[in-house]
């Protein structure tokens, strides 16, 4: 159990505001200990202020900032279970501080991440640990507040552990590094947004433009060309000079979609450009200069595309500098609905997120969508075109060749799935006060993440009334 012997109280002016050298609003964290005396906590505690770190103690029954961190000794389950919890499986973030002399179990601190922490530190035996946590929290804090800015808001949506956890890595990669990026995942997982994100966070001064280029659509003979430009009389039909892709990218993003596709002849002849941002337009013998960020995307192995001698392994390691992997629309079910009122909404931004049937809701969730968020966005399309007025999306709205065949059981929500959390969870040791409790408060939370926050069709789909979802919302919260 954790250590709730009070460390000082919350509040009490640091040493210094900031922090020796620091400026700005000191960085707010709750902070718990975990095998510890709370005197080690105090300690730490006063040391983080003077670092410009403004921790106060953790109490489920107040609100508590959005970051954590944890003193412990020794990761155990019972550490590992309490981060899961309080981070909500990553979710939110936490910073595992050891105060252990050695080193704890390599294996044990991956459990600690895989739990949910977002990071683990040494304390002990450093010279200014302090200054590491600011520096941590701080990159933390500056991610999450872009996170949330109307810049990512208004293309990516979804709230789930999963897609919150890649977007973090595109808001840090794109924002606090000038890495080439590869971007993977499956066809229609919103591989060029996301290059569209990382040029937009890129703050260069004078940023130059986003170039797009599809290595699917090239034609092998005409591929110089689309790449490197070429002088007039190059060839028969070059009647005027014309820029390539790589000059007309210079100073701005590069971003080759399906990069997988390309030959491995012109893979070698993109790598010395990649490499020393040099190149020839075809017929020309001057070497021109370009300098630009690239960010490439392919829904293809390039890893087994190696083994197999189709794409080289110069090539991909210059290229993928730093690794993105969207996850498909089936590993972040909890998305579905946001993300279909939310395109439903496009469609008809006079009308208002409109409310979703139960049926309908169902319907969308059970859906297996083979083309992912590029399928669902077409299907919100279609059943937009049918519904009219201001009501709910109802049944007759969805399309006949998207409607369940009949006969089947489409009513029971107790099913496999719904087994194996409750299983899983009594394995744990969670008891059945416990258990309602979290089901209770997980409900809550994705009715009203659906409903845009709107607590009053919140309540309307949990069947209760808009002040007990009130009392149990605050309630929940506090947890």
């Known amino acids: 159990m954790a250590d709730h012997e009070d460390p000082p109280t919350h509040g009490s002016a640091p040493e210094t505001a900031a922090g020796p050298g620091r400026t700005g609003q000191p960085i707010a964290c709750w902070i718990t200990g975990f095998g510890v005396g709370a005197r080690v906590v105090q300690e730490i505690v006063a040391a983080m202020r003077r670092a410009g770190v403004d921790p106060i103690w953790h109490n489920q029954e107040s609100s508590l900032p959005a ?14 279970e309490f981060v899961r919890e309080a981070s909500g499986a990553g979710t939110e973030r936490i910073l595992g501080l050891s105060t252990a002399s050695m080193t704890p179990d390599g294996a044990r601190l991956w459990d600690l991440l895989y739990a949910g922490s977002g990071d683990v530190m040494a304390w002990a035996g450093r010279p200014d640990p302090a200054s ?3 520096a941590r929290l701080s990159r933390w804090r500056a991610v999450d507040d872009l996170v949330a800015s109307p810049l990512v808001r208004r293309s990516m949506v979804g709230e789930g552990a999963a897609w919150r956890s890649v977007l973090r890595e595109i808001v840090e990669v794109g924002r606090f590094t000038d890495a080439s990026v590869l971007i993977t995942g499956e066809s229609g997982t919103g591989k060029e947004l996301v290059a569209r994100l990382i040029h937009d966070l890129d703050e260069r001064p004078k940023k130059g433009k986003l170039v797009i280029l599809d290595c699917s659509s090239i034609v092998p003979s005409l591929s110089g060309s689309e790449f ?13 000079a014309r820029e390539g892709a790589f000059e007309l990218a210079d100073g701005g993003t590069l971003f080759l979609d399906e990069v997988g596709e390309l030959q491995s002849q012109m893979q070698a002849e993109l790598l010395r450009v990649v490499q020393e941002g040099t190149f020839k337009r075809v017929g020309s013998n001057l070497w021109r200069k370009s300098k630009f960020r690239l960010v490439c995307a392919t829904n293809r192995n390039l890893l087994d595309e190696q083994v197999k001698g189709t794409f080289r392994s110069d090539f991909y390691h210059r290229i993928a500098s730093w690794t993105l992997h969207l996850p498909s629309l089936r590993d972040r079910p909890e998305d579905v609905i946001p ?3 939310y395109f439903y909404d496009q469609m008809h931004p ?5 409310y979703i049937d139960n049926t309908v809701r169902e319907l969308l969730l059970q859906r297996a969508y083979p083309g992912n968020v590029r399928d669902l966005r077409n299907l919100a399309f279609r059943v937009s075109q049918k519904h009219v007025g201001n009501g709910p999306v109802t049944v007759g709205d969805i399309p006949q060749e998207e409607r369940p065949p009949p006969g089947e059981d489409h009513c029971s929500w107790r099913d496999l799935a719904f087994e194996r959390c409750i299983r899983r969870s009594l394995s744990l040791g969670a008891t059945l006060q416990e258990i309602t409790a979290g089901a209770s408060d997980t409900a809550i939370s994705i009715a009203v993440a659906d409903e845009g926050g709107d607590l009053h069709r919140a309540a309307r789909r949990l069947g209760v009334t808009d002040r007990a979802l009130q009392l149990r919302w605050a309630g929940s919260r506090a947890r």
């Open 67 to 80: 970051i954590g961190v944890v003193v412990f000794d020794a990761v155990t389950d019972q550490l590992c």
């Open 132 to 134: 590491e946590v600011h």
């Open 228 to 240: 490197f430009g070429h002088d007039r009389g190059a060839f028969t039909s070059a009647v005027a």
């Open 339 to 341: 993300l279909f009122s």
């Open 350 to 354: 006079e009308g208002g997120r409109p």
